[in-house]
């Protein structure tokens, strides 16, 4: 930024602005710097540099960062850990990992990232194991997370990348519901299919977009499947 030095900071441009503000931060070699939206201003390519550069220099100069932010995809990329808060409680608190592929309850489960929500009631369960059937019909796989008897009303979460119609992809002995498929969007790198399931029309699917991909057509109607890991059986919404 030294060629710019002799700029006004309303001839900068915003993500010009971000870089000295944070480097007026760090040259007092802080433990600690809070960031409540910083990147909010900025066009997507330039934030997404932006949160590169923030991470790389957390890495870097080995300081402490608590990043505020209500982009999901933000706090997933930048982040260690990561609290979720819901009324001004902690409803979860782990790696982002933890958070996108185990989340702890429904509240979590909806807020970080795309999620598929079937209601149902627990027809089965054998430890962490559980069968649902679903309200708007249907049974399937699912893991018991904080589910606690048999009758208990539950919301299974579901990733739609998680979400599999080809059947040599499925795990063996796993259950299957039938979808109709609504619209399928192209979107560069992925295939976004809206599916109606179980009374839902809002269900959603996403598929690589690779060569040999099979490629739905809306009104048809396929099996759908997926790992009982990746369904979790959560408390109602």
């Not at 997404?48 to 982009?71: A, N, S």
């Not at 679903?134 to 979460?157: F, M, P």
Request: net charge negative.
């Amino acid at each position: 930024m030294g060629k710019f030095a002799n700029r006004r900071p309303a001839q900068l441009s915003g993500g010009q602005q971000q870089r000295i503000a944070l480097a007026r931060a760090l040259v007092f070699d802080p433990e600690l710097v809070l960031m409540d939206e910083p990147l909010g201003a900025l066009d997507k390519q330039l934030r997404e540099h932006m949160q590169f550069e923030i991470k790389h220099l957390h890495e870097r100069l080995g300081i402490t960062v608590v990043y505020v932010t209500h982009d999901q995809g933000e706090a997933l990329t930048m982040s260690d850990r990561i609290a979720v808060f819901n009324d001004g409680r902690i409803q979860q608190l782990a790696a982002p990992s933890d958070l996108y592929e185990r989340p702890e309850n429904s509240f979590v489960a909806s807020f970080i990232g795309e999620n598929n929500a079937l209601p149902g009631v627990i027809e089965q369960l054998d430890g962490d194991k559980a069968l649902v059937r679903l309200d708007g019909g249907g049974v399937i796989d699912a893991t018991a997370v904080n589910i606690r008897e048999k009758g208990q009303r539950t919301t299974v979460s579901i990733r739609p990348e998680r979400v599999e119609f080809k059947p040599e992809m499925m795990p063996p002995g796993a259950h299957t519901i039938e979808a109709h498929v609504v619209e399928v969007i192209y979107m560069g790198d992925i295939l976004r299919a809206r599916l109606k399931v179980a009374g839902s029309d809002n269900f959603v699917m996403k598929m690589r977009n690779t060569i040999g991909q099979t490629r739905l057509d809306p009104g048809q109607v396929i099996r759908i499947g997926w790992h009982p890991q990746d369904a979790r059986a959560l408390d109602p919404i």
